[in-house]
């Protein structure tokens, strides 16, 4: 993590204006903290509920950890920057940001995908279940998805370790992201804009077939059942998820799939901050009023709470 020309970068955030950067501070803050609070609630639960403890409830687990670290590798620092006025950030924490935001970005759409695939095995295949879904394949799928996000995003990072900063050194960003970084970067960076793009295209053309083909079947699957009920219920397990895929892929289709968003540079500071920071706190409770089991075990657990606060 070395670069001969910039020690340093200035993070010019969202927005100049006092007044504004209280309001984003204050939306921020409360964002984070009900993201937080969220995903360690649903954390919670799968431990300590044994009727939390399947394969769906594993992946969601997994999920709501890959949600907290994705926003707090970019929040708290956004956060700092607006309480204290330093936006300074050295080379080395930029480069650690992009690193941890990217692994977990990327590693979310392969998780998404396989929580696709469990949906599938769980309506397609019910008597199965157990068996294909066992806890030693969970945890190799698991594995998977974190391998797959490092192998994505080594190439491009590797590629941008060598950039060369001689003009600027201000990111027009709250934080350090790869088309801001290659905007002001002096060095030739077609390349590299290629690589990110293809392992962005890759990423998400590999995850959705997967997503798609998988509903595709569900949906099949779910017409032919004898009853509206079974149909009804078999759609609400499902729709959590098909809520949380379509805003997901949505927001990251736009910006990397949309030539105008590199360049609006405003437009892919809110989208990124709409990833960041609306995602990880819409997802937990997306998922738990969605979900009777999960809101029962929360139920639950304020009721043990407080029987034992009384005594």
Not at 56 to 65: A, G
Not at 91 to 105: A, E, K, P, S, W
Not at 145 to 151: F, K, P, S, V, Y
Not at 200 to 211: D, H, P, S
């Given at each position: ?55 769906m ?36 924490d ?43 394949v969970c945890?190799?799928?698991?594995i ?9 995003i080594?190439?491009p ?15 027009e ?17 077609w ?10 295209v ?14 595709a ?33 949505g ?6 799939m ?54």
């Amino acid at each position: 993590m070395r670069n001969g020309t910039v020690t340093t970068f200035i993070l010019l955030g969202l927005t100049d204006d006092p007044h504004l950067q209280v309001l984003i501070f204050i939306f921020l803050f409360l964002t984070y903290m009900l993201s937080i609070t969220g995903n360690l609630t649903i954390i919670t639960l799968t431990f300590v509920d044994a009727r939390l403890k399947t394969p769906m409830y594993f992946f969601l687990k997994n999920f709501s950890f890959l949600e907290i670290s994705f926003t707090s590798a970019c929040i708290p620092r956004y956060l700092y920057n607006i309480a204290t006025g330093d936006k300074v950030i050295t080379y080395n924490d930029c480069v650690i940001q992009v690193f941890f935001t990217d692994l977990c970005g990327v590693t979310e759409f392969f998780l998404l995908a396989t929580m696709s695939y469990d949906r599938y095995v769980a309506i397609c295949k019910p008597l199965h279940y157990v068996t294909i879904m066992s806890s030693k394949v969970c945890r190799i799928l698991i594995i998977c998805c974190w391998t797959a996000g490092l192998c994505i995003i080594i190439p491009p990072l590797s590629l941008g370790l060598n950039l060369k900063f001689c003009d600027s050194n201000m990111i027009e960003h709250f934080g350090c992201d790869a088309f801001p970084l290659v905007k002001i970067s002096c060095s030739d960076t077609w390349f590299m804009e290629q690589t990110v793009v293809i392992c962005a295209v890759l990423t998400l053309n590999m995850t959705l077939i997967c997503v798609v083909l998988s509903y595709a079947y569900i949906i099949k699957t779910i017409l032919r059942f004898p009853s509206v009920q079974q149909r009804k219920k078999a759609f609400s397990t499902c729709s959590s998820h098909m809520i949380v895929v379509s805003i997901t892929y949505g927001t990251c289709i736009f910006i990397y799939m949309n030539p105008t968003a590199k360049e609006e540079v405003t437009v892919n500071k809110v989208v990124s901050l709409l990833i960041s920071s609306i995602s990880p706190t819409l997802n937990p409770f997306i998922y738990t009023l969605r979900n009777n089991q999960a809101k029962k075990a929360f139920k639950e657990s304020i009721k043990r709470i407080a029987l034992l606060s009384t005594k």
